[in-house]
């Protein structure tokens, strides 16, 4: 059993004995290199293809992840159910610390995961799960970061007429549609979902991850840059939607930022001039973007503030991070924070950020 004796470095040498890996990809996030090794040739050309935009030669890796296809292991292990975020009732997710370590199982799929230190393992049916195996990856690079002193941030992220802009809002307002919509108008992308911060002089920068963008069926309608991610019977299917059921419908389609807008606009790194928080409501009152005082509006925080996770392992006792509200209020200090309310209207909102992008403040109403 690979799970006979619960000690990381134990299970690990297990599974990599067992299901040694015979090929790999060579990724570059910024200035953090990955190597992911796998025994499945099948699910290396899957991550190939994924993240096509971030290939890179082989170099000293500052992350190795060993990646193993296998059957769902049903291991009997004294797992703790991980509690759904507000506003979910599935349990996906079940945990186990071990010895320097951490195991994670997904309920739904059977993919487990096994971290610390410097291992860093996925097993189980990868390439049937290779959403899941993505996600893992980019935690590993989040990891990174925040030991490099990083803020993590629920947030999108574009660079347009040279300002770095994250876009946060509370559940469903739309962030990534409006990054989109900007990406359109000619922004560079920086990161679907998540940001990790970075305090450097006389700036905040702000590190993307290299997750697609996933959008409902009205993002892709309501965008024609997109309209080639929808076969013609789902553009009939969807168009016949009325706009509260689409904007409900939980369907999702990954979004190739390089097919669909030309290469070299997924940057991943820029300053961050200013934080755009949503805040509007489906109504037909005009859109409205407006500068804050986030010390005086900490209702807003909530929106951009990010829990680390169960894939996030501190190093040691003082490596874990500090997540209060003053604390990333001394970082955004460094940066405008604005608010939009109002109704929802896309157009007009982007117009808004690229006003403020152009002439460093909101548009006249």
Same mark, same amino acid.
């Given at each position: 059993?690979?799970?006979?004796?619960?000690?990381?470095?134990?299970?690990?040498?297990?599974?990599?004995?067992?299901?040694?890996? +015979?090929?790999?990809? !060579?990724?570059?996030?910024? $200035?953090? !290199?990955?190597?992911?090794?796998?025994?499945?040739? +099948?699910?290396?050309?899957?991550?190939?293809?994924?993240?096509?935009?971030?290939?890179?030669?082989?170099?000293?890796?500052?992350?190795?992840?060993?990646?193993?296809?296998?059957?769902?292991?049903?291991?009997?292990?004294?797992?703790?159910?991980?509690?759904?975020?507000?506003?979910?009732?599935?349990?996906?997710? =079940?945990?186990?610390?071990? =010895?320097?370590?951490?195991? %994670?199982?997904?309920?739904?799929?059977?993919?487990?995961?096994?971290?610390?230190?410097?291992?860093?393992?996925?097993?189980?049916?990868?390439?049937?799960?290779?959403?899941?195996?993505?996600?893992?990856? $980019?935690?590993?690079?989040?990891?990174?970061?925040?030991?490099?002193?990083?803020?993590?941030? !629920?947030?999108?992220?574009?660079?347009?007429?040279?300002?770095?802009?994250?876009?946060?809002?509370?559940?469903?307002?739309?962030?990534? +549609?409006?990054?989109?919509?900007?990406?359109?108008?000619?922004? *560079?992308?920086?990161?679907? *979902?998540?940001?990790?911060?970075?305090? +450097?002089?006389?700036?905040?920068?702000?590190?993307?991850?290299?997750?697609?963008?996933? %959008? $409902?069926?009205?993002?892709?309608?309501?965008?024609?840059?997109?309209?080639?991610?929808?076969?013609?019977?789902?553009?009939?299917?969807?168009?016949?939607?009325?706009?509260?059921?689409?904007? $409900?419908?939980?369907?999702?389609?990954?979004?190739?930022?390089?097919?669909?807008?030309?290469?070299?606009?997924?940057?991943?790194?820029?300053?961050?001039?200013?934080?755009?928080?949503?805040?509007?409501?489906?109504?037909?009152?005009?859109?409205?973007?407006?500068?804050?005082?986030?010390?005086?509006?900490? *209702?807003?925080?909530?929106?951009?503030?990010?829990?680390?996770?169960?894939?996030?392992?501190?190093?040691?006792?003082?490596?874990?991070?500090?997540?209060?509200? *003053?604390?990333?209020?001394?970082?955004?200090?460094?940066?405008?924070?604005?608010?939009?309310?109002?109704?929802?209207?896309?157009?007009?909102?982007?117009?808004?950020?690229?006003?403020?992008?152009?002439?460093?403040?909101?548009?006249?109403?």
């Amino acid at each position: 059993m690979i799970f006979d004796k619960l000690e990381r470095k134990d299970i690990v040498t297990r599974i990599r004995s067992e299901l040694p890996v +015979t090929e790999d990809v !060579h990724l570059q996030f910024g $200035n953090c !290199h990955i190597q992911v090794q796998s025994n499945s040739g +099948t699910v290396i050309s899957g991550l190939k293809r994924y993240f096509s935009m971030f290939i890179t030669q082989p170099l000293p890796a500052d992350r190795i992840i060993s990646v193993h296809q296998a059957p769902d292991i049903s291991a009997e292990l004294p797992f703790t159910l991980k509690q759904p975020d507000p506003g979910k009732t599935r349990i996906k997710e =079940e945990y186990l610390d071990i =010895e320097n370590g951490r195991i %994670v199982r997904k309920r739904l799929t059977g993919m487990m995961f096994i971290f610390g230190g410097e291992d860093h393992v996925a097993i189980g049916p990868c390439m049937e799960n290779l959403n899941q195996v993505v996600n893992f990856i $980019n935690n590993r690079y989040i990891e990174w970061r925040i030991f490099q002193n990083g803020l993590l941030g !629920h947030a999108a992220g574009v660079r347009i007429h040279d300002k770095g802009l994250a876009l946060a809002g509370f559940s469903g307002m739309g962030k990534s +549609t409006l990054a989109l919509h900007l990406v359109s108008k000619g922004a *560079d992308f920086v990161s679907n *979902d998540r940001l990790i911060l970075e305090k +450097t002089d006389p700036c905040v920068w702000m590190h993307g991850v290299g997750k697609l963008p996933r %959008v $409902n069926p009205g993002t892709i309608l309501n965008n024609p840059d997109l309209k080639g991610l929808l076969s013609q019977q789902d553009h009939r299917r969807f168009s016949a939607l009325s706009k509260d059921d689409l904007w $409900n419908l939980e369907y999702k389609y990954d979004v190739p930022i390089d097919q669909c807008f030309g290469d070299n606009h997924f940057i991943l790194s820029t300053p961050m001039d200013a934080l755009i928080i949503l805040n509007w409501k489906h109504d037909n009152k005009p859109t409205v973007l407006q500068e804050v005082n986030i010390a005086r509006r900490r *209702d807003l925080l909530p929106a951009f503030m990010k829990s680390t996770g169960l894939f996030f392992l501190p190093d040691r006792h003082d490596s874990i991070p500090d997540t209060s509200e *003053d604390f990333y209020i001394r970082f955004l200090k460094w940066s405008h924070v604005l608010e939009i309310t109002g109704g929802v209207h896309f157009e007009s909102a982007t117009d808004a950020c690229i006003y403020w992008a152009q002439h460093g403040k909101t548009p006249p109403r």
